[in-house]
Every structure is written in C-alpha cells, then in structure tokens.
C-alpha cells in the first residue's frame, strides 16, 4: 500500500481509526519516530554541550537570539516528539486510535520564518533549526492527512433511512 493510500481515511472501506492505527503499524512511521528520536538526542547532546560552549563565546545580543532560537528548536522538537509517541502508544495498544484522533494531540502549525533571529548564530544551532523545521513540516503532513483532511464521519439514522426508503417507494 502506497503512503498516501495508507494515510487515506477517504478511501473505500477506510475508517479514520483503521488509518491511525495502520499508520503506526508501518514503516513509514518507524522511519520517521527514528529520524524525530535521533533529532531530539543529538540536539538535546549539541546544547548540553558545544552549543552551551559557543553561546558563551557569543555578544549579548547575539547570546540573546541563540536562548529565544534554541527554546523555540527545543519546543518543536517536543511537540514532535509527543505526537510521535501518540502513535507509537497506538501502535502497541496503549491508546485507541479513536483517543488518538482528539485535538489535544494534534500537532501545531508553526509559523514559517525565513531566517534565524541573529545573523551571527553557531551554524550547528542554524542547521538544527532548519532540520526541525523540515521534520516539523513533514509530521505536520502526516498529522493533517491522517486526522483533519478526511470528511467527518456522520452517524446514520437508521428511522430517517427507513422513512426516507417509504417515501421513495410510495412515491408516484
């Protein structure tokens, strides 16, 4: 199955619920909780480390920009990180994908800048933010495919089917 057949809750015989837990059932999902994982380490490992040594290194304005911009990189990469855990509890029963559907666990769009906030920020921090940005934009994909794209599933009333049925027949 094709991943956008796989993240289609519009096609044939394909529930919401079916697509979320499908999802987190397949290799497009481990590829991508193992690239978010890894990106939360090895930035986690940056700002403990040679990043907390060059934002010394830094002038105040610029020591200013780099705490604003790695707070944000932090804050996306969590938000990131919990809806790749949403779906990884689905996946091993831990949460219906009904409860994974609820807006509380969707991910935020971000808004979209064009440059980091101070031209002389550590490269490292720069090229962590635009990785973020790029895992960001693709699980937000993912997230708007999955659960807001499809049409919202209505509840058929089985007396209004019925007398519609009647009235079709009786019709003349």
């Known amino acids: ?20 837990r499908d999802f987190a059932r397949s290799e497009l999902f481990d590829r991508t909780f193992s690239e978010g994982m890894e990106l939360v380490e090895e930035t986690a490992a940056y700002l403990d480390g040679d990043g907390r ?16 911009e790695s707070m944000k990189l932090t804050t996306r990469l969590m938000q990131i990180a ?19 559907c609820e807006p509380r666990y969707r991910l935020k769009a971000r808004t979209p800048e064009a440059t980091p906030s101070h031209p002389d920020l550590p490269i490292a921090l720069v ?31 089985p007396v209004l089917s019925q007398m519609g049925r009647l009235e079709a027949a009786f019709r003349i």
């Open 1 to 20: 199955m094709a991943s956008d057949d796989l993240l289609d809750p519009t096609a044939p015989g394909r529930s919401r619920p079916m697509v979320v």
């Open 53 to 68: 040594r060059e934002s010394k290194l830094l002038s105040r304005a610029t020591a200013l920009a780099y705490a604003a």
């Open 82 to 100: 919990s809806w790749l855990l949403v779906q990884r509890a689905v996946r091993e029963g831990d949460m219906e994908p009904e409860a994974a």
């Open 127 to 157: 090229e962590y933010l635009v990785r973020a940005e790029k895992l960001h934009d693709r699980v937000l994909y993912l997230d708007r495919r999955m659960y807001l794209d499809a049409p919202v599933e209505t509840q058929i009333n």
